[in-house]
Every structure is written in structure tokens, then in C-alpha cells.
């Protein structure tokens, strides 16, 4: 069967992959699979962050890239990834001895002339797996460090690693592990005002409840079965596309002109930018399998929280505060919820401060990370 990673070592697969890009007029990334990578033409050694393909993965790198730069200005920095998001790459303009661009394919020819080309003193990946040729290709790297990678070659030469989840976090002994935390969790808006609310229902009285589920027949039957239980408050949805025909008529957030609402509106949320609002202001909320920026800006809101049994969670200390519950049982919940705000308010509580322990722990785990590359 034909491998279908375009960053992989299968031949075929890669010239597909540069097809598809010289068809597109993608000719950098081209070259870029192929290992012509170039770093900054400035004095410097060069600490190389490796990311992968998801949001997840390029926020991460970005976010540690500009950690790394505040303590080590003599560095060159150098961030590849294998997918491009230009709002996530936004806060690398103005760094300085710093480039980012698409990423060599992990064939050992190529990998080996990227190695060649850029000759790192560091490697970091960040969220994302390291092929198997990436072993041999780092060899003499001096420093290799891992942050939330889900699988290691064996070969791959590792100063620390430091695992988003319990399950990484065995992999590793424990002289080369950090403590297990999601480094990104700090990244979620944890002091928003709740006013978003007030926008929304003007001078309405109801109350937002918001799901997330990519279920168009979990929303379904949930949402028949909320307009009979709280006809008066306001559904917000995340997770399905803006033209499901489960929200026919729902008002989309990326659309909304900041006019009031009639009661018993349903919302998509279809722009990660109103996250911090939606948390904040909603009366419970309830995630089904969210991203981890979902999950820790819901937690972040000070909001009741929960889950649906099916949810993974990146340790079992966090279900503690955040009880499953399946989408049957959810608007019983909920009822109970309203009708004993204090008990709701507690589930809040306990939510927000199970986040605010994990955020302290990824704030020391970070700093042991960055004091480690200073002192190299």
C-alpha cells in the first residue's frame, strides 16, 4: 500500500508530495523537503525546533522559539514544520536571527543535507513524532531535547524529554524525563471579563450553555432536547463545519454583528478567537474529544466542566475536577445546575483551580527548559 506521508522516507510518496507542490507553485516547499534549508546568514550557533503538521505542533514550537530567545540572544533559531499556519507563525516577525519555513522529509539523503546545511548545536522537536531516519541524522548533534512527542526511534540521541501525557512520560526514564505537563495550557486566556454574555443576550435574562462535539447527530438530538429544557437561554456548539445542516438558522460567531440575540438561539462557535469569551461567560460547558486549546481555555473560564466518557484526558489527576457525563445525562446536569447555582459555581471553582496547578507546574517545567538551553 503507498505511504501517503509526504514527509516520510517512501520514495513515491515524496514525489507525489512534490508534484502536488509544483502544481500548487509551492517550489520552496519543495526544496525544502528535498534538505535545502538555509539559516539565518548571521554569527550564531543554530538551535534547530522540528514541528509537525498540526496547530497543536507549530503553536507549541512557537511558543518555546520565543521562550528560548528571551534568555538566549546568541542563537540562531530555526523553525520547520510540515503545514503552514501564518496566524500561528504572527508573533515571529519582528524576532531577530530567526527563520521558519516547510521542513526536510525524513529520507536520509535529504535529511542528512539538511543536517549538513544548518549544522545545528540543538534540536527540539515539539509535537511531533521523529521518523526513524532521524536517529542516524542527529548523531552528533550535541544537544537533542523532545517536547510532547508521541513516539521515539530508539537510535534518536535524547538529553531530556518532556512529555504532554503520562503515557510519553513512560517511555523515558527518569533521569531524562521532565515532569508530565501540556506546556500550552499557559497559553489560554485565564483573566477575560464575562461581558460577552451581555452582548449577546442584551437585555435578555438567559443563560449560555456551550457543547463541543464534531457528532452533527449528538448535536441534534441535544439540541431538541435543550430548546425543551431551557427555551429562554442560548446553545453555543463548537466543532461542526458552518454548513451542517444540524445548524440550519444558528448564528455563527465569525459572522455576528454584535447585535443581540432572541432567546433560545443557537451559536456556532467557528472562530478559536471568541474562545476565551464563550469560557467565561458560559453557565456550563461540556466537551466531547476537544482540541487541548479547547480544553484548557474551557478550564481557564472558571466554568463547571465536563467531559464525555470518551474523552482522553493527558493525565487521570485532572478527572478530579472534570466528571464525565454522556450527552443523555447532560441536560440533568445542566437543570441541576440551574437550579443550585452555588453547586455550579463550585464544580467552577474546583475546574479552575485544578487548571491553575497545572499551569504553574508548565510554567516551572518551562523555565527548567529554558534555563537548561542558557546554561548549554
Given at each position: 500500500?503507498?505511504s501517503k506521508?509526504s514527509?516520510?522516507?517512501?520514495?513515491?510518496a515524496?514525489?507525489?508530495?512534490d508534484w502536488?507542490?509544483?502544481?500548487?507553485g509551492?517550489?520552496?516547499?519543495i526544496?525544502a523537503?528535498?534538505?535545502?534549508l538555509k539559516?539565518?546568514q548571521?554569527?550564531?550557533?543554530?538551535?534547530?525546533?522540528v514541528?509537525?503538521?498540526?496547530r497543536?505542533?507549530?503553536?507549541l514550537?512557537?511558543?518555546?522559539?520565543?521562550?528560548?530567545r528571551?534568555?538566549?540572544?546568541d542563537?540562531?533559531l530555526?523553525?520547520t514544520?510540515e503545514?503552514?499556519?501564518p496566524?500561528l507563525?504572527?508573533?515571529l516577525?519582528?524576532?531577530?536571527k530567526?527563520g521558519?519555513?516547510?521542513?526536510?522529509?525524513?529520507?536520509?539523503k535529504?535529511?542528512?543535507?539538511?543536517?549538513?546545511?544548518?549544522?545545528?548545536f540543538a534540536v527540539?522537536?515539539?509535537?511531533?513524532?521523529?521518523?526513524?531516519?532521524?536517529?542516524?541524522?542527529?548523531a552528533?548533534v550535541?544537544h537533542v531535547?523532545?517536547v510532547?512527542?508521541?513516539?521515539?526511534?530508539a537510535?534518536l540521541p535524547?538529553?531530556?524529554?518532556?512529555?504532554?501525557?503520562t503515557?510519553?512520560?513512560q517511555r523515558?526514564?527518569?533521569d531524562h524525563?521532565?515532569?508530565?505537563v501540556d506546556i500550552?495550557?499557559q497559553?489560554?486566556?485565564a483573566?477575560?471579563?464575562p461581558?460577552f454574555?451581555?452582548?449577546?443576550?442584551?437585555?435578555?435574562?438567559?443563560?449560555l450553555?456551550?457543547?463541543h462535539?464534531?457528532?452533527?447527530?449528538?448535536?441534534?438530538?441535544?439540541q431538541?432536547?435543550?430548546?425543551?429544557?431551557?427555551?429562554?437561554d442560548?446553545?453555543?456548539?463548537s466543532g461542526?463545519?458552518?454548513?451542517?445542516?444540524v445548524?440550519?438558522?444558528?448564528?455563527?460567531?465569525?459572522?455576528w454583528?454584535r447585535?443581540?440575540?432572541?432567546?433560545g438561539?443557537?451559536?456556532?462557535?467557528?472562530d478559536?478567537r471568541?474562545?476565551?469569551a464563550?469560557?467565561a461567560?458560559?453557565?456550563?460547558i461540556?466537551?466531547?474529544?476537544p482540541p487541548?486549546?479547547f480544553?484548557?481555555?474551557a478550564m481557564a473560564g472558571?466554568?463547571?466542566?465536563?467531559?464525555?466518557?470518551?474523552?482522553?484526558l493527558?493525565k487521570?489527576?485532572?478527572r478530579?475536577?472534570?466528571?464525565?457525563?454522556?450527552?443523555?445525562?447532560?441536560?440533568?446536569?445542566?437543570?441541576?445546575?440551574?437550579a443550585?447555582?452555588?453547586?455550579?459555581?463550585q464544580?467552577?471553582?474546583?475546574?479552575?483551580r485544578?487548571?491553575?496547578?497545572?499551569?504553574?507546574?508548565?510554567?516551572?517545567?518551562?523555565?527548567?527548559?529554558?534555563?537548561?538551553?542558557?546554561?548549554?
Open positions: 500500500m503507498l506521508d514527509y516520510g522516507a517512501n520514495r513515491l515524496l514525489w507525489l508530495a502536488r507542490d509544483r502544481m500548487a509551492n517550489r520552496a516547499r526544496a523537503r528535498r534538505g535545502w539559516p539565518p548571521v554569527s550564531g550557533k543554530v538551535m534547530w525546533l514541528a509537525g503538521d498540526t497543536d505542533s507549530v503553536r514550537a512557537v511558543e518555546l522559539m520565543r521562550a528560548i528571551d534568555r538566549r540572544l542563537f540562531r530555526v523553525l514544520f503545514k503552514d499556519y496566524r507563525l504572527k508573533p516577525d519582528d524576532m531577530a530567526t521558519w519555513g516547510y521542513g526536510p522529509a525524513a529520507h536520509p535529504y535529511l542528512a543535507r539538511a543536517v549538513e546545511r544548518l549544522q545545528p527540539l522537536f515539539a509535537g511531533v513524532t521523529p521518523r526513524p531516519a532521524w536517529g542516524r541524522a542527529l552528533e550535541k531535547l523532545l510532547d512527542t508521541p513516539h521515539v526511534p537510535d535524547i538529553e531530556r524529554a518532556y512529555p504532554f501525557s503515557e510519553q512520560g523515558f526514564s527518569a524525563c521532565a515532569p508530565v500550552t495550557c497559553l489560554a486566556d483573566n477575560v471579563d461581558n454574555r451581555s452582548a449577546l443576550v442584551g437585555g435578555n435574562e438567559g443563560r450553555w456551550w457543547v462535539s464534531r457528532s452533527e447527530a449528538r448535536i441534534r438530538v441535544l431538541e432536547r435543550w430548546r425543551h429544557a431551557f427555551p429562554r442560548y446553545l453555543l456548539v461542526l463545519r458552518a454548513g451542517s445542516p445548524l440550519h438558522g444558528a448564528q455563527s460567531l465569525s459572522r454583528n447585535e443581540p440575540l432572541l432567546p438561539s443557537v451559536v456556532l462557535v467557528d478559536a471568541w474562545l476565551p464563550v469560557a461567560s458560559s453557565a456550563a461540556w466537551l466531547e474529544q487541548r486549546a480544553l484548557w481555555q472558571g466554568s463547571a466542566v465536563s467531559l464525555s466518557p470518551d474523552t482522553l493527558p487521570e489527576a485532572l478530579q475536577a472534570l466528571p464525565c457525563h454522556s450527552a443523555e445525562q447532560l441536560l440533568e446536569l445542566w437543570q441541576a445546575y440551574a443550585n447555582p452555588i453547586m455550579a459555581r464544580a467552577g471553582d474546583k475546574v479552575r485544578a487548571y491553575w496547578d497545572e499551569r504553574r507546574l508548565a510554567g516551572e517545567v518551562t523555565a527548567e527548559l529554558v534555563e537548561r538551553v542558557f546554561e548549554w
